[in-house]
């Protein structure tokens, strides 16, 4: 809550009050009800629009911002019952953060700059140097140690920050709209990058974002924001094929469906008997759509998705052809036979 009487709105809220009320008290309820779980190696996205929340929930994260009700527990700890100092350690030496404008220190080198999150913990400059170095290659600024910042553009600037974050070895970084100012090409850059990165150091990394695509190529569970509250927690294909609500939906629509869909929830379950082994290529339920079409055009039959459940190959699906373009399509089912000549005939003339 932020504004006067913080308390007395969470009990308001509790009661029944809206959103609309409170802020017509001079009260903003920033935050509503979020509870999840992030868990450790995940990438967790945070995705609303402006002024749902998203900021504010990161804050509450590394205890910039206390929580008037509720708690934040990072492994292990209650952060909202920690004291100042303590609360300091934990997030100069376990937590990271890289903002959307990220503000170097223009009479720094890049490298220095690199080193400023362990320069702030006391450590000694050869080792910050050396593990400033270390986490400017791993965000591919090798070279560029000795540049000043205005001799970078705004994407390798932003690549400092990630290894300013990286180099303080803190186990959970938190981004806020950290590719937001990125022209297109350069933030597709940085998102493949921070994938790459996130399967070789296994960081655990909530990562804000209004952009769904961006979402949806990062994240391993995405939570939707809307009015403070979190309206669906969910994989990015569980966001895509069953949209909690319809304001959900209206994000979905411009998703290009094909990256995220799989296998699975494409297939025809009401499948019976064991693998067909006819010998033809297969999927499994994680195939990816693009595999999926590549494999359909190889077999003439719907395709076989099997799975090993308990070291035992099952069947588990079929993908006929149709369904796989229906899907691109939001085609839910399977689309009725149509006999009639003239669609056949145009069917021809089309091929013609
Ligand atoms: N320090 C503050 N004092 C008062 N109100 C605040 C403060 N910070 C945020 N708010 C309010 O809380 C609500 C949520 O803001 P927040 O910054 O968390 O949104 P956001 O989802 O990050 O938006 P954006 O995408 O624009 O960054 C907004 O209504 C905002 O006006
Ligand atoms: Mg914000």
């Not at 206390?66 to 100042?84: C, I, M, W």
């Not at 362990?118 to 400033?132: D, F, N, S, W, Y």
């Not at 998703?255 to 067909?276: H, I, N, P």
Request: net charge negative; hydrophobic share 40%.
């Amino acid at each position: 809550m932020f504004g006067r009487r913080p308390d007395d709105a969470v009990e308001k809220l509790r009661r029944g009050c809206d959103r609309e009320e409170l802020r017509a008290d001079g009260t903003t309820a920033a935050v509503i009800d979020a509870s999840f779980t992030v868990e450790p190696g995940q990438i967790f996205v945070v995705m609303g629009l402006s002024g749902s929340g998203k900021s504010t929930l990161l804050r509450m994260l590394n205890g910039l911002l206390e929580p008037t009700a509720g708690h934040v527990r990072f492994d292990g700890q209650d952060l909202t019952e920690l004291s100042d100092r303590e609360l300091r350690q934990v997030r100069s030496k376990k937590i990271s953060m890289v903002f959307q404008h990220f503000a170097l220190f223009p009479h720094r080198s890049v490298l220095e700059n690199a080193a400023y999150g362990l320069e702030v913990q006391g450590v000694p400059r050869a080792e910050r140097e050396k593990r400033a170095t270390e986490a400017l290659e791993l965000a591919g600024l090798a070279g560029w140690e000795k540049s000043w910042p205005d001799e970078l553009s705004g994407g390798m600037q932003q690549r400092v920050g990630l290894a300013r974050a990286l180099a303080t070895d803190a186990d959970l970084l938190l981004m806020d709209e950290s590719f937001s100012a990125l022209d297109p090409l350069i933030r597709r850059d940085m998102q493949d990058q921070l994938i790459e990165l996130q399967d070789k150091l296994k960081k655990t990394i909530v990562f804000i974002t209004h952009d769904l695509n961006e979402a949806m190529r990062l994240g391993d569970q995405i939570a939707v924001m809307r009015d403070g509250r979190i309206v669906q927690t969910g994989s990015a294909e569980d966001i895509l094929v069953r949209p909690a609500n319809d304001y959900v939906a209206s994000f979905t629509q411009d998703v290009d469906r094909s990256r995220v869909l799989t296998a699975a929830s494409v297939m025809d379950t009401d499948v019976r008997g064991d693998e067909a082994g006819c010998g033809c290529p297969t999927a499994t339920s994680g195939t990816p759509f693009g595999e999926l079409c590549a494999i359909s055009a190889r077999v003439s039959h719907p395709v076989a998705v099997v799975d090993t459940v308990n070291g035992e190959r099952r069947l588990v699906g079929v993908v006929p052809r149709q369904r796989l373009i229906g899907s691109l399509g939001d085609e839910q089912g399977d689309p009725a036979p149509c006999d009639s000549p003239r669609a056949g005939g145009e069917k021809v003339a089309a091929r013609a």
